[in-house]
């Protein structure tokens, strides 16, 4: 059983900086594809960003270039750095590993971007 517990969510402003993380509880986590999802209030949820096993990384067409996911197997964390939030960036933030056909889902994390 793989646990994922993300924290740094919160209510900021538009145009700042905000950093997810994610912590799992799970043995070899460096073999595992991590990824963030979100989901905003009548949307369904899309992917932000992966970071695989081998450390390739790729975004979501609304991120490139603003976030960057990152991991460090030695902590067993996937980080989420968010950078000139919009208001259109507010959705409950997902954390999602996967190894072969495992999947595993975080309780999410509200990033509320408003002025």
């Known amino acids: 059983q793989v646990q994922l517990v993300e924290s740094g969510g919160g209510l900021v402003q538009p145009g700042v900086s905000l950093r997810l993380s994610c912590a799992a509880s799970v043995i070899n986590f460096s073999l595992y594809a991590m990824s963030w999802y979100r989901q905003a209030p009548a949307k369904q949820r899309e992917l932000v960003a992966t970071v695989t096993s081998r450390s390739s990384t790729n975004y979501g067409d609304s991120v490139k270039g603003r976030f960057t996911i990152s991991r460090d197997n030695a902590k067993n964390v996937v980080y989420l750095q968010m950078n000139s939030l919009q208001p259109e960036d507010t959705a409950v933030y997902y954390c999602?590993?996967?190894?072969?056909?495992?999947?595993?889902w975080g309780q999410g994390t509200q990033v509320t971007v408003s002025s």
């Open positions: 999602n590993s996967r190894f072969l056909s495992l999947s595993y």
